[in-house]
Every structure is written in C-alpha cells, then in structure tokens.
C-alpha cells in the first residue's frame, strides 16, 4: 500500500543539495509532487531569512499545484568558531537562518498545511541534544529548532498538523566538506561525540527518515525527534 495517498505536495527548502536534495528525490520516488527551493542553484528560490521570500515560496506552491501538504524545513548553516572569538554577525545569522527561518517558513506555509492536515518536518541535529565544542551557534540553533519542534507540535495536535524533526550526526554532503575546526582545537573534545558505529550518515539515510514521518505510517506520531546518529547520543 502506497504510504502517500492522493496528490499530496511538498515544499522543501536547502534542497539544492546534500540532504535537502536528497529529500526531495525521495519524496518524488514515492509519488510526492515537490517543489524544491534554495537560495540558488534551483529554479524555484526561497531565502529563509525573509519572510517575503517565505510567503512567496509557498504561494508559488500553491498557485502551481493547487495545496500544500507537507513541509521540510532544511535550510541551514554552521560556521566554526571558539566560543570566546564567536563573531556575533556570524551568531546572528546562524540563528537567523537556522532558527528564525524554519520558524518563518512554517508560519508562512501553516494556512495551507492547516487546509489539508498537512505535516513539517524540521532537519535538527544531534548537536541540539549535546554539547558541541567549536560549535556553538549551530548547536544552539538546532536546540531551539528541536524546542521549537515540540512546542508547534503541541500546539497544532488538535488542528491536525504534525510536527517532527529529524537529528542526524555527521552526513556526507558539502556541508560537512566545507566545515573546518579551529586550528588549535581540542581533538579530545571533539572526539567525544564520535558515534560508536562509527558511521558518516549517507543523505539518503536521512531522506527516508524524513520520508517516513511525512508518510501515512507517521500518522500518529507528532513532537518526535528521530535521532539517526550510530549511537553517538545513547
């Protein structure tokens, strides 16, 4: 039995790449319509960090397809610094593109999602649920997206929209190519997070998760984090 009944739509941000794209590719091969956004390298643009952009993402959505049922918030950043040299522009626009753009998005998308009893879905991290050492910004961003999560999640139960959020360790995609760690940093600390299966995440790992809690076999599950890490947080 097909897990996506209907003609059910998705909007997925940061879907570029890594494991946005990878999300839209796995909704599509289960029959999903998406349309895919970035803040370029896609046809369709979506810059988070403006609630304009947000809203027209979503009527564009909408306008083209005619509803919209599910959300993936994936847009994200995370830059390395120690937390005494933290440029606070850099903070700033960590949590504006992490926290306050997944928020934004959502609340830009809730009419439509609110129309169909829709689903979001939020891309946290394993580094919300722990201590991340060079990494402050992001950690602390993927904390309140994963508070964020529960508290909509809550909110929303009785007006039939879901909310979860995935958190994965380390993935291989161009986020984790790019990011660098100071170059005097403690090996030791960063070393403590290391899962015990000793795995790097492949995005399609990631997508079929999200994939899941998008589907009718999630259709209980709200306020849920999948933490998806090879035991790194047990």
Known sequence: MDRFSGDQVALVSGAASGIGKAIAERLRTEGVTVVATDIGGLDDICDVTSMDSCLSAVATTIDRHGRLDILANVAGIGISHPIGEFPVEEWRRIIDINLTGTFQLSQAALPALLDGGGCIVNLASVSGLRGSPYNAAYAASKAAQISLTKSMAVELAKQGVRVNAVAPSAVDTPFLTGFSLPEYADLGLVGRASPPM????????????????????????????????GGASA
Do not use: K, N
């Open 198 to 229: 000793g795995v790097v995440l492949r995005p399609e790992e990631v997508a079929a998760a999200v994939a899941y809690l998008c589907s009718g076999d999630a259709a209980s599950v709200t306020g849920t984090v999948l933490v998806i890490d």
